[in-house]
C-alpha cells in the first residue's frame, strides 16, 4: 500500500486549502482514512478520520468547524478541506490507513502512512 498526500502550501491565515491523498495497492474502501499533523517540536497528533464508506467523519476539537474530510472510492482518494486557516494550523499533514474499519485517534491505531505535506499559514 502507498499513500501520496498532495495539497499543502504556504497560505494567508483565513485561507483555504484542500489535501489529497491518493492510495495504491490493497483495496481502498475496507478502511477507515485518517489525517494526522506534526508541527515542528510537537508530537504527532490526530486531525480526522473519515469511515470506509465515507459517510462517518470524526474531527479534532481544534478543527471542527473549519475542516472536512471526504473521499472517493472510485479514485482511491481522500480529502481534506481547510478552511479558516490560523497559524496554529502549520504542520506537516499526513494521511494514513486505518488498521481496519475503526475509525480511531491515535497513531498506532494506523498501519500505512503517506509522506506528508506542509501547510505553512501566515498571519
Known amino acids: 500500500v502507498q499513500l501520496q498526500a498532495s495539497g499543502g502550501g504556504l497560505v494567508q491565515a483565513g485561507g483555504s486549502l484542500r489535501l489529497s491523498c491518493a492510495a495504491s495497492g490493497r483495496p481502498f474502501s475496507s478502511y477507515a482514512m485518517g489525517w494526522f499533523r506534526q508541527a515542528p517540536g510537537k508530537e504527532r497528533e490526530f486531525v480526522a478520520v473519515i469511515s470506509w464508506s465515507g459517510g462517518s467523519t470524526y474531527y479534532a476539537d481544534s478543527v471542527k468547524g473549519r475542516f472536512t474530510s471526504s473521499r472517493d472510492n472510485a479514485k482511491n482518494t481522500v480529502y481534506l478541506q481547510m478552511n479558516g486557516l490560523k497559524p496554529e494550523d502549520t504542520a506537516v499533514y499526513y494521511c494514513?490507513?486505518?488498521?481496519?474499519?475503526?475509525?480511531?485517534?491515535?497513531?498506532?491505531?494506523?498501519?500505512?502512512w503517506g509522506q506528508g505535506t506542509l501547510v505553512t499559514v501566515s498571519s
Open positions: 494514513a490507513r486505518a488498521r481496519g474499519i475503526t475509525m480511531g485517534t491515535m497513531v498506532r491505531q494506523y498501519d500505512y
